[in-house]
Structures are given as structure tokens and as C-alpha cells.
């Protein structure tokens, strides 16, 4: 059974930090690019940063270059965000996915609420 769960979600000032863990069973979890996604209250769900199978490349959407950093423990079939310097519109439930070609799994997310 494939499961992905996030965690590590939380109120948090602006201006602070959170660490988001992705945990993951049922598939090869090597073989997938992993990406999470940031969905704020009312809005659409929103690509946020991905990483290969490998680990060996990431990308980041322009809102978040510089202040998140995705990484991945293959041996640990875990995936994280380190999210910093966060602003009240980082605020929402944060969702991992894996994916490779056809194949998509969701996570059920966690939510991030970053208010003073």
C-alpha cells in the first residue's frame, strides 16, 4: 500500500522556521522525483520545490528561492523542507508528491500557519 505522510507542520512567527518531513512506503521510493506543494486558504494548490530520485537536482518556485531547501534520505524513504525567514503568505497545508511518468502518489499534508 502506497502511503506518503507528512509532518512537522506548525504555528510558527513570521520571520522563523519549520522543518516538513515526507515519509514514504509501498513504492521504490528511489525512483521518484519528489515535489511538495503549498495550498493557502482559498487558493489553488501550488507547485512549491522538487527534487530527482537521485537527490542530485532541485528547483524552487521564485516565492521560495533562497528561503527553502528540499532534500531527500533515500535510506530513510524520507523526503524534507526546511522552510526559513517564512512570511504570513506561506501559510497553508503543504503536500508531498511523488511521481514518475504516469504514476502520482499524494500526501494527506500539514498544515503551516505562520502569524504573529
Known amino acids: 500500500q502506497v502511503q506518503l505522510v507528512e509532518s512537522g507542520g506548525g504555528l510558527v512567527q513570521p520571520g522563523g522556521s519549520l522543518r516538513l518531513s515526507c515519509a514514504a512506503s509501498?513504492?521504490?521510493?528511489?525512483?521518484?522525483?519528489i515535489n511538495w506543494y503549498h495550498q493557502a486558504p482559498g487558493k489553488e494548490r501550488e507547485w512549491v520545490a522538487g527534487i530527482t530520485g537521485t537527490g542530485d537536482n532541485t528547483n524552487y518556485a521564485g516565492s521560495v528561492k533562497g528561503r527553502f531547501t528540499i532534500s531527500r534520505d533515500n535510506a530513510k524513504n524520507t523526503v524534507f523542507l526546511q522552510m526559513n525567514s517564512l512570511k504570513p503568505e506561506d501559510t497553508g497545508v503543504y503536500y508531498c508528491?511523488?511521481?514518475?511518468?504516469?504514476?502520482?502518489?499524494w500526501g494527506q499534508g500539514t498544515q503551516v500557519t505562520v502569524s504573529s
Open positions: 509501498g513504492f521504490t521510493f528511489s525512483m521518484y522525483a
Open positions: 508528491n511523488a511521481n514518475r511518468a504516469v504514476f502520482h502518489y
